[in-house]
T-cell receptor, first 112, second 114 residues
Framework: GESVGLHLPTLSVQEGDNSIINCAYSNSASDYFIWYKQESGKGPQFIIDIRSNMDKRQGQRVTVLLNKTVKHLSLQIAATQPGDSAVYFCAENRGNTGKLIFGQGTTLQVKP | DSGVTQTPKHLITATGQRVTLRCSPRSGDLSVYWYQQSLDQGLQFLIQYYNGEERAKGNILERFSAQQFPDLHSELNLSSLELGDSALYFC?????????????FGSGTRLTVV
């Protein structure tokens, strides 16, 4: 079925390092993208979003980059902390419908 | 606490049975969305309601149905349950009809069919 794809299922980083989680999307008509974080036993939590008229957006310790030419989205986490350990999902929306299409998720493991 | 309340948190039932999952959206939110999360399928969109009316439908099985009530809470009914229906079911809410401000998820209901 339709999906937003993720390149790596698991990413392991050292505490204090920067993390980069990647995502490929398939439909050039997608115009809104979100990153969610899901900790064990919890629901997905909104981290940051970006619209297709932007290339980059920064939040607190996180940056999302959008490359429309190659249909690629990335989430950068600066100074990764143990509390960042979770599964990260990218999701896309097309035309402001109610549906978010989620990728399969990348597990981020932070080593102390 | 996200403000989206889902009950029950856990549910164990037998094949062939019917269950109802309940969701109360954040105060002021008019849209409710239901998602199924299984290990092999990730987060799959099931259905959206906005202010009591169905607005969008995903790959929801005919054995599944949902509704949104006048007080805006929503229920997802799953019937003739099969082992493959075992999954996490998430509800999310937002103030808008569209998704391009994102949604807020609840903590989910874990359904186990035995």
């Amino acid at each position: 079925g339709e999906s937003v794809g993720l390149h790596l299922p698991t990413l392991s980083v050292q505490e204090g390092d920067n993390s980069i989680i990647n995502c490929a999307y398939s439909n050039s008509a997608s115009d809104y993208f979100i990153w969610y974080k899901q900790e064990s036993g919890k629901g997905p939590q909104f981290i940051i979003d970006i619209r297709s008229n932007m290339d980059k957006r920064q939040g607190q310790r996180v940056t999302v980059l959008l490359n429309k030419t190659v249909k690629h989205l990335s989430l950068q986490i600066a100074a990764t902390q143990p509390g960042d350990s979770a599964v990260y999902f990218c999701a896309e929306n097309r035309g402001n419908t109610g549906k978010l299409i989620f990728g399969q998720g990348t597990t981020l493991q932070v080593k102390p | 606490d996200s403000g989206v309340t889902q009950t029950p948190k856990h549910l164990i039932t037998a094949t062939g049975q019917r269950v109802t999952l309940r969701c109360s959206p954040r105060s002021g939110d008019l849209s409710v969305y239901w998602y199924q999360q299984s290990l092999d399928q990730g987060l799959q969109f099931l259905i959206q309601y906005y202010n009591g009316e169905e607005r969008a439908k995903g790959n929801i099985l005919e054995r599944f149905s949902a509704q949104q009530f006048p007080d805006l809470h929503s229920e997802l009914n799953l019937s003739s349950l099969e082992l493959g229906d075992s999954a996490l079911y998430f509800c999310a809410s937002s103030p808008y009809q569209g998704a391009n401000y994102g949604y807020t998820f609840g903590s989910g209901t874990r359904l186990t069919v035995v």
